[in-house]
């Protein structure tokens, strides 16, 4: 009887994939009680007072106080700086860092921090790096050309950062040390270093043993159990498929 594998493992709910949400620092999202609905034709200001590091985010966290009273942390685009003015809401001019309804940005703008309802935070472009453009203003909403490519209509009074999120070429630095790898992945709850199913033995993984004979197909369907459910999930395709040579 072989021991448990990772997917059952991790399902389970163990320490060693539980991440270390207590060293985080706050949501990035926009403050609740300031409605884009309520400033769609006006405007209120902020200072961002610091940048704090936020454990397993590739990006700084800005945090802003508006004249208000509320304050909020947002991922920082690039370009801000500590002690300059935010603005919010449709008044406000398309400029880094301040804060917009999408019906009011001009079209080609970079934004960042999209929200997909109005009043939800930010849900899209918040990771290093990461911004979509305004296509269009269009009666069925604004029209976003998202970091993947697609295309998608967003609500008017949806909220939105100007700019690029910060930290674009974090990517671009390798880690060169495994530790550094390791102390990431435990920061996101992720298990790593990962062994390949291949390289393990029959007993206790479905691709283990190097023997051709053993090798089960890698995709599996939605339903199968957590100690079958490995590899691809669902897949329509097993693998890329070839174009055709025209004659």
Do not use: W
């Given at each position: ?15 060693p ?53 509320e ?48 009043g ?26 998202l ?91 097993a ?9």
């Amino acid at each position: 009887m072989g021991k448990r594998i990772r997917v059952q493992r991790r399902g389970r709910g163990g320490s060693p994939f539980r991440a270390a949400t207590h060293k985080r620092v706050a949501p990035a999202k926009y403050p609740v009680s300031i409605s884009s609905k309520d400033y769609f034709e006006s405007s209120i200001n902020g200072v961002i007072e610091s940048f704090v590091h936020d454990a397993g985010r590739g990006a700084p966290l800005a945090f802003i106080r508006f004249e208000n009273g509320e304050e909020c942390y947002i991922v920082a685009p690039e370009g801000v700086s500590v002690g300059q003015q935010i603005s919010l809401g449709g008044k406000a001019p398309s400029e880094i860092g301040n804060i917009l309804p999408l019906g009011k940005v001009p079209e080609g703008t970079l934004v960042c921090n999209l929200e997909l309802k109005p009043g939800d935070g930010g849900k899209l472009a918040k990771s290093s790096g990461a911004y979509a453009t305004v296509v269009a203003h269009t009666p069925q909403g604004t029209m976003i050309r998202l970091p993947s490519g697609r295309t998608r209509y967003i609500n008017d009074y949806c909220m939105a950062t100007v700019g690029v999120v910060s930290g674009s070429g974090r990517t671009e630095k390798p880690f060169l040390k495994a530790g550094e790898k390791f102390h990431l992945m435990r920061a996101r709850g992720r298990k790593y270093p990962r062994t390949r199913g291949r390289a393990m033995v029959a007993a206790v993984h479905p691709y283990g043993s190097s023997k051709r004979s053993a090798r089960k197909v890698t995709t599996t369907s939605h339903g199968a159990p957590p100690g079958q459910k490995v590899g691809l999930i669902a897949a329509r395709g097993a693998g890329q498929k070839r174009k055709r040579k025209t004659a």
